[in-house]
Nanobody
Framework: QVQLVESGGGLVQAGGSLRLSCAVS????????LAWFRQVPGKEREFVAAIRWRLSSTYYSDSVKGRFSISRDIAKNTAYLQMSSLKPEDTAVYYCAAGSLPTAQAPQYNYWGQGTQVTVSS
């Protein structure tokens, strides 16, 4: 089992920045990819970014490329999502997920955190 706990969400004005953290615990040796998804009510969970845990290769959705940056600290077993130039449409609950492959398909991830709310005001 892998446990994921997100933190760092909150309210920020458009154009501002926020950094989310995802603490990974449990059977971390089975964590090959850590991803961030987001979801707004009534919509499907949307892929945001992913990182290969050991190789540090990164992947982004077109909607956040150039504004968001995913990283991880292996020693701290923590992944981060640095969000800049935030827009009101970035408002969502952000989830981190762990899986085997860097895919944008949410069902391919085995473990999920509880989510953290990010609200961007205009």
């Amino acid at each position: 089992q892998v446990q994921l706990v997100e933190s760092g969400g909150g309210l920020v004005q458009a154009g501002g920045s926020l950094r989310l953290s995802c603490a990974v615990s449990g059977r971390t040796s089975s964590t090959y990819v850590l991803a961030w998804f987001r979801q707004v009510p009534g919509k499907e969970r949307e892929f945001v970014a992913a990182i290969r845990w050991r190789l540090s290769s990164t992947y982004y959705s077109d909607s956040v490329k150039g504004r968001f940056s995913i990283s991880r600290d292996i020693a701290k077993n923590t992944a981060y999502l640095q969000m800049s130039s935030l827009k009101p449409e970035d408002t969502a609950v952000y989830y981190c997920a762990a899986g085997s492959l860097p895919t944008a398909q949410a069902p391919q991830y085995n473990y999920w955190g509880q989510g953290t709310q990010v609200t961007v005001s205009s």
